[in-house]
C-alpha cells in the first residue's frame, strides 16, 4: 500500500499562522486544578500549556486553515484561553461503511486535542446525509445508500468512536486539569423529522446560490459529464442546518473537518452567524493522501480501517512504521509533546536504521486504536512473521494467525502419531501428489513453523513441529502459508 502524506496547506494559512503564534495573544491564565468527573487511568500525557491551543497545533501542523481568520484571531484565541469557559466543538463523520478509516484519525486527534484542553467536544454521526453523500472531492454521484444500512454503518462508527475516547482516557490522559465531555450524535435524529418546507424556509433563504455554485466542488461537477444532482447539491446545506441545530442545542461554537470539508464549514458559518447573529468559527486539519496524491478512503479504494475485523492490529502498525521520515517528524497522530519528538529525530539522525521514530508513531496509533492489547497483539505477529521468533508465534492465539496470514487456508485436522511432513504438505494441498511434491521438500521450498525441512519422511515432533497451542505454521515456497489447527492432541503431545 501506498505510503500516505500530508497535502501542505495554502500560504494564507501560513499568515494566519504567523499572526496565531504571538506570544501576547498566547501567554493567557494558567489552567486551575479542577477535578475530574470520572477517574482517568494510568498517568500518560499532559496537553502542552506552553502555548493556546491554536498556537500550538498549528505548531504541530495539525490545525492548518482556521475560519474566519479575523474573528479567529480577535475572538476565538481569547474564548480558548486556559481558564474561559469551556467551548464546545463538532465535527461529522458520515457512515458511507460501517468503520472508521486512518483517513478519520486526524480530525478525531483535533477533538481529543480540544478535550485534553479542557474544552466539550461532540462526534456527529451523518446518519441522514450519509444516505445522499457528500460531493466534496468527488467525480461522479455517490450511489444513494439504503437507510437501513446507514443505521448499521452509523453504530459501527459510534462504537469505532467510543473506543477511540475510552483509550484515549485511559491510556493517554494524565489527569490533574478537567478532561473535558464527549458527547455522540446522529443527525438523522433532527434532519428525519424536519418538513422539507420547513427546513427550506429556515435555511433557503440564508444560503446564497452564487455562493454554493461559486464552490469549486460544485463546478466541477457542474462541468463534467454527469452533471450534478439536486440531493448531492443540496448536501451542503444540510451541514449546514446541523452546525445551526448544534449551536442552539448544544451552545456549539466551532466545527471541525478535513481540508476538503471548508466549503461547507463556511456554508455553516454564514447560516449559523446570519441566523443568529452570533460568530462561530471553522478549523481544518490536513487530508491524508497516497504518494500519489489520492486521498485515503473508502471510495478510492486504499482505506486502512481502525475496526479489527477489516485492518488487524498488525497491519495497522505496519503501515506507521512503513512511513518516510517526512511524515513521521511531524507526529501528527501523537500526543507527543513537540520537544520530545525533535529529541526522537535527532537521535533518529544518529541511527536511521533503528526506525525509531517509526515504531514509535506505529505504537501511538496503535495503541489509541485498538488499546494496549492491541499493541501487544502487533507487537507478537511482527516478530512472530519478520523475527521468526517461534515464542511470539507459539503464544499467538487463533485469531491472530488468521489475522496475519489473511490469505492462508486455516484447516483443522485430527492428529495421528507416526504423521510425516509429506502426510502434512499432501492433506492440506500444498504440494502435488507424486515425485513434484517430494521434490519440494527434498529442494528447501517447505518449512513448518519458520524451520526448513527436507526430510519427507521425517515425523511432526511435538514442540518442534507442532506448537504448545496445538498450531503449525506450513509454508510452500515464499509466499503460500497453511494454518494448521490439530485436534484431539494429547497433553504429551502439545508439551
Same mark, same amino acid.
Given at each position: ?34 477535578? !475530574? ?135 493517554? /490522559? ?15 435524529? /433532527? ?18 446560490? $452564487? ?59 454564514? !447560516? ?23 486521498? !485515503? ?7 486502512? /480501517? ?117 502426510? !502434512? ?18 529442494? $528447501? ?40 489447527? /490439530? ?9
Amino acid at each position: 500500500m501506498a505510503a500516505p502524506a500530508l497535502r501542505a496547506g495554502q500560504r494564507r494559512v501560513v499568515a494566519l499562522g504567523a499572526r496565531l503564534v504571538r506570544p501576547a495573544a498566547f501567554e493567557g491564565r494558567r489552567h486551575r486544578q479542577q477535578k !475530574l468527573h470520572d477517574q482517568p487511568g494510568e498517568p500518560a500525557t499532559k496537553p502542552d500549556t506552553r502555548l493556546g491551543l491554536l498556537a500550538a497545533q498549528h505548531e504541530r501542523g495539525l490545525f492548518q486553515e482556521i475560519f474566519p481568520p479575523q474573528a479567529a484571531e480577535e475572538q476565538l484565541v481569547e474564548l480558548l484561553e486556559p481558564g474561559r469557559p469551556p467551548v464546545t466543538v463538532y465535527c461529522g463523520f458520515d457512515p458511507t461503511a460501517d468503520s472508521l478509516h486512518v483517513g478519520h484519525l486526524l480530525t478525531v486527534l483535533g477533538l481529543l486535542h480540544f478535550q485534553r484542553a479542557g474544552h466539550n467536544v461532540i462526534a456527529l454521526v451523518g446518519g441522514a446525509t450519509a444516505r445522499l453523500g457528500d460531493p466534496s472531492g468527488r467525480t461522479k454521484e455517490r450511489e444513494l445508500l439504503p437507510e437501513a444500512r446507514a443505521r448499521e454503518n452509523g453504530e459501527g462508527l459510534r462504537e469505532g468512536l467510543r473506543r477511540l475516547f475510552a483509550h484515549h482516557r485511559e491510556l493517554f /490522559w494524565a489527569g490533574g486539569a478537567r478532561l473535558g465531555e464527549v458527547t455522540l450524535l446522529d443527525n438523522a435524529d /433532527w434532519l428525519e423529522r424536519e418538513p422539507v418546507v420547513g427546513f427550506l424556509g429556515a435555511v433557503g433563504g440564508h444560503l446564497r446560490m $452564487g455562493t454554493l455554485l461559486s464552490r469549486q466542488s460544485c463546478r466541477a461537477r457542474l462541468s463534467s459529464p454527469e452533471g450534478m444532482g439536486l440531493a448531492e447539491f443540496l448536501y451542503p446545506a444540510l451541514q449546514a442546518y446541523d452546525y445551526l441545530h448544534l449551536h442552539r442545542r448544544h451552545g456549539c461554537r466551532v466545527q471541525l473537518g478535513g481540508a476538503d470539508q471548508l466549503g461547507n464549514i463556511m456554508s455553516g458559518y454564514e !447560516l449559523v452567524s446570519k441566523v443568529t447573529g452570533e460568530d462561530v468559527f471553522g478549523i481544518t486539519v490536513p487530508l491524508i493522501t497516497s504518494t500519489t496524491g489520492n486521498k !485515503l478512503g473508502k471510495s478510492a479504494g486504499n482505506a486502512v /480501517w481502525l475496526n479489527r475485523n477489516r485492518t488487524s492490529p498488525f497491519e495497522l502498525y505496519q503501515f506507521f512504521v512503513r512511513q518516510p521520515d517526512s511524515i513521521v517528524k511531524r507526529q501528527l497522530f501523537t500526543f507527543l509533546p513537540l520537544p520530545e519528538i525533535n529529541h526522537i529525530m535527532e537521535m533518529h539522525a544518529q541511527e536511521p536504521e533503528k526506525w525509531a521514530p517509526q515504531k514509535r508513531l506505529a505504537a501511538e496509533v496503535t495503541k489509541l486504536v485498538h488499546g494496549k492489547e492491541g499493541l501487544e497483539s502487533a507487537k507478537r505477529c511482527t516478530r512472530a512473521l519478520y523475527y521468526s521468533n517461534i515464542a511470539a508465534l507459539e503464544s499467538m492465539s487463533d485469531q491472530e494467525l488468521q489475522e496475519l496470514f489473511r490469505e492462508a487456508p486455516y484447516l483443522e485436522m485430527l492428529y495421528e502419531p507416526g504423521t510425516t511432513v509429506l502426510d !502434512l504438505c499432501r492433506k492440506t494441498g500444498a504440494v502435488a501428489d507424486g515425485p513434484r511434491g517430494h521434490q519440494d521438500i527434498t529442494s $528447501g521450498g517447505v518449512s513448518i513453523n519458520h524451520m526448513q525441512v527436507t526430510n519427507p519422511d521425517a515425523v511432526l515432533i511435538a514442540g518442534q513441529h507442532i506448537l504448545s497451542n496445538g498450531l503449525s505454521l506450513l509454508r510452500v515456497g515464499k509466499r503460500n502459508y497453511y494454518i494448521i489447527k /490439530w485436534l484431539q492432541l494429547s497433553e504429551e503431545e502439545t508439551c
